[in-house]
């Protein structure tokens, strides 16, 4: 059953990730997945009360995802504007559903917002939709086969869809570059003592064909 799209937001759990920069400051990086399919999640609805809700893995197909925003909050506000796709923001479709990775800027709300996540006080996340799939008012069920629009993904202290974690760890990406470039060291290294002892074999065979030879 159609009936006429109208906007709604949902709410997920996500994850934060620190990264270290070569000069030695951050840059913070959100990251998960907004919206999750196959997973019956109870919502309420303005119409129908309470009801229980699924998102099936095409409802993202065809949808246009090139001007998503990363917001706080549903506030379109420009200084709450924290991210958008292409440009600081990676978002994607996979089995599990939408996810996306942020690089925060370097302004005052990104660093607090980052600290609110990272800290556990906040994490949960929303997105912002349009749809035309209607609830089943004898079931109290509504699965949502497309979605038309999606308007934003924002940060949220009330998320709706508990399955998700959040994990907030730190990666220092210089030590981790370090920690590479030692293993591709002892491999060159490792490499260079094989040419070594095959070298030492033939100039062994070639003294030994020699000596035959006298």
Known sequence: MQANKRSEYRSIKFETRVEKKEEGGKKL???????????????????????????????????DLTNVYLITGHNIEPDKVLGRAGVNMRIEVDETGLFFECELPNTEHARDMYNLVESGIIDGMSFGFSCSDEVNPETKTRTITHIDELFEVSITPFPAYKEASVIAHNQDVKRQEKVEAADEQKKQEEDE???AEIAKKEQEIKELEESLND
Do not use: C, M, Q, S
């Open 193 to 195: 003592a094989k040419k």
């Open 29 to 63: 990086v959100l990251r998960g997945y907004p919206i999750v399919f196959n997973t019956e999640t109870r919502i309420f609805d303005f119409w129908n009360g309470d009801i229980r809700e699924t998102i099936l893995p095409t409802a993202l197909d065809g949808t």
